[in-house]
Every structure is written in structure tokens, then in C-alpha cells.
């Protein structure tokens, strides 16, 4: 007898939250406490989920992981879990530009999948009274045919006062072989909660072939070292028909 569909993905998901937590629990032994008088490690990136067009300060390498339902499967109609591993390389090419460079890797049996690059320009440095604004030229390749590649532009602004920050990006992008407009945007509120901690909330949108999805979910950041820094957080769907999804970041710098 078939067991009722609404059952397995909510064990499923109750299973990968107690894992998640049960990881990040293992992973926090690994945080160093800093020594008196010594600075604490820059933490990079402000949003898990949103699209930041502000260039990077330095050169750092990234490894994120994002676990969400896959497609139906065309027999039985039922959903795994899928995984998303992806590496990502920052680096600065001056005080107001640089460029990014990620791919997702091991992906539905290839070594490399969907290869994306960025540009990304800061027009507005931000101040205590001032808000910084960032543009980027996108690129998001298709390793299964060229013609689903997309490019497009982003836009972003960032916002500081003491341990609170606001950023806000939104970025336009189109098949390079028809016009297939792709928006996706949102803001990001962080909170520094000590020298190591911080904490985030998220709200994105994605709008694509007429349909939209709005989700928010909450983001916990933590400095595990000098130049080194482990983020995870989840986004749960605003609108109706959607699934959660988790992700896991680590950040280091080169």
C-alpha cells in the first residue's frame, strides 16, 4: 500500500535538520577563541542565498553545499533530496573592482556543471553615513548546451550602522540565445553578535517564465580561524507549491 505523499518529505526534511545540526554542532569545536588583543578574522560575505554584486577585498575560495528537492522521479512521482556542491573563487583586481568564478562540481555524473563568472564594480564606497552601491556583468554558463547560457547585470547596495548591516541586490539575466528575462533579488539584514558570531535573515525572490517564488530563512555566521569562516542557513518558501531548502558555506582565504 502506498504510504501518503505529504508523509516522506516532511521526515525527510525533520531527518536533514537534526543532521545539519548535529554537523554544525561538530564543526564549532574547531572555532579558535582569538588572543587577547588580536583582531578577529574578517568575515566575507553577508548572504547565503542572495546575489551580491559589492567585489570581493581579497582572494578567497568558498565551498558551499545546497540540499533541496530534486525533480519527481517520472515513475513514482516521488522526490529525493538533491545536493548542489559548488566552489567559488573571489578575488580582488583593485580598491573597486574584481571578479568571481564558481562551478558546481560532482553534479549529476559530471566533474564540473553550470560554470558562472562575474564582474563585479563598486561604484559607491559605503561610510557611516553613506550608503555603498555595486553593479556587476554576469555570466552563467551550461555545460549541457550553450545556448541555455545567461548573461545579465546586477545591481546592489550595502548599508552600515555599528553592528547592523543591510544589503539589497537584484539581478536581471537572459538566454543569450532569446529573450528569457530572469530576475532574482532581495535583502539581507545581519547582526554582529561578538567578535565570531553574527547572525542573518534573508528574503529573496525569483521570478522566471511567469512564475514566482519568494522565500526567508535565517543564517548563522562564524569566524573558525584566521582568514576563515563557516555559514549555514535555510530558506523556507513564502509562496505556496515551493520546497525548503538548506545550505552550508565555508570560506577561506587565499
Same mark, same amino acid.
Given at each position: ?17 537534526v543532521? /545539519?545540526?548535529?554537523?554544525l554542532a #561538530? ?20 548572504a547565503? %542565498?542572495?546575489? +551580491? ?8 575560495l ?10 519527481p ?24 573592482v574584481? %571578479?568571481? $568564478? +564558481? ?6 555524473? /559530471? ?27 554576469d ?5 549541457h548546451?550553450? #545556448? +541555455?547560457?545567461?548573461a ?12 547592523f ?32 558570531w ?6 529573496? #525572490? ?29 530558506? %523556507? ?5 515551493? $520546497? ?8 577561506? #582565504?587565499?
Open positions: 500500500m502506498n504510504r501518503p505523499c505529504c508523509a516522506t518529505p516532511a521526515v525527510r526534511w525533520l531527518r536533514l535538520a543532521l /545539519a545540526a548535529l554537523a #561538530a564543526l564549532l569545536p574547531l572555532a579558535a577563541r582569538p588572543h587577547d588583543g588580536e583582531a578577529a578574522p574578517e568575515l566575507v560575505a553577508e547565503l %542565498f542572495l546575489c +551580491d554584486p559589492l567585489p570581493p577585498g581579497g582572494r578567497d568558498a565551498l558551499s553545499v545546497v540540499v533541496e528537492e530534486g525533480e522521479d517520472p515513475g513514482t512521482g516521488e522526490r529525493r533530496l538533491a545536493t548542489s556542491p559548488r566552489l567559488q573563487l573571489a578575488m580582488a583586481l583593485s580598491d573597486r574584481g %571578479f568571481t $568564478a +564558481d562551478a558546481g562540481i560532482a553534479t549529476d555524473g /559530471a566533474a564540473i556543471d553550470a560554470p558562472g563568472a562575474s564582474l563585479k564594480v563598486l561604484l559607491r564606497a559605503p561610510g557611516p553615513d553613506r550608503t555603498g552601491l555595486s553593479a556587476s556583468l555570466l552563467f554558463g551550461s555545460t548546451s550553450p #545556448a +541555455d547560457s545567461e545579465g547585470l546586477g545591481l546592489g547596495a550595502i548599508r552600515s550602522a555599528g553592528r548591516a543591510l544589503r539589497a541586490g537584484a539581478s536581471l539575466t537572459t538566454g543569450v540565445s532569446s529573450w528569457s528575462p530572469h530576475l532574482h533579488g532581495g535583502i539581507s539584514a545581519a547582526v554582529a553578535l561578538g567578535a565570531r553574527r547572525a542573518l535573515g534573508e528574503l529573496v #525572490a525569483d521570478v522566471s517564465g511567469g512564475e514566482a517564488m519568494v522565500a526567508a530563512g535565517p543564517a548563522v555566521k562564524l569566524a573558525i580561524g584566521e582568514g576563515a569562516a563557516l555559514m549555514a542557513g535555510a530558506l %523556507f518558501p513564502v509562496t505556496p507549491g515551493a $520546497a525548503p531548502s538548506l545550505a552550508v558555506q565555508l570560506t577561506r #582565504a587565499l
